[in-house]
């Protein structure tokens, strides 16, 4: 049974900084590309970052380049959302997504096979 779990969310001051983490497990972790959505309340749901299966491409939306990170490490089956310089419009639900043998730049979350429950992020002003 594959699982993602997201961990990392919370509450966070203006500026501040917060890492998210993505335990996958009951899948071949090399074989997926990562990526990572948020969905605010009454917003759609939008892709932020992914990363391809070797780690050596990522990919960002525009709205968190350069203040966003991922990265994955294969050795423990985790994707990172590394995520500075926050403001309250990063308020959302972050989930993480894994798509067998992608590139790791799909914006589509339909192109993933697995998501997680997602976790929280609160940015306060």
């Known amino acids: 049974q594959v699982q993602l779990v997201e961990s990392g969310g919370g509450l966070v001051q203006a500026g501040g900084s917060l890492r998210l983490s993505c335990a996958a497990s009951?899948?071949?972790?090399?074989?997926?590309?990562m990526g990572w959505f948020r969905q605010a309340p009454g917003k759609e749901r939008e892709f932020v970052a992914g990363v391809s299966r070797s780690g050596g491409n990522t990919y960002y939306a525009d709205s968190v380049k350069g203040r966003f990170t991922i990265s994955r490490e294969d050795a423990k089956n985790t994707v990172y959302l590394q995520m500075r310089s926050l403001t309250p419009e990063d308020t959302a639900k972050y989930y993480c997504?894994?798509?067998?043998?992608?590139?790791?730049?799909?914006?589509?979350?339909?192109?993933?096979?697995?998501r997680g429950q997602g976790t929280q992020v609160t940015v306060s002003s």
């Open positions: 997504a894994a798509h067998l043998l992608g590139a790791g730049g799909s914006t589509s979350l339909r192109s993933y096979e697995y």
């Open positions: 009951g899948l071949t972790f090399s074989r997926y590309a």
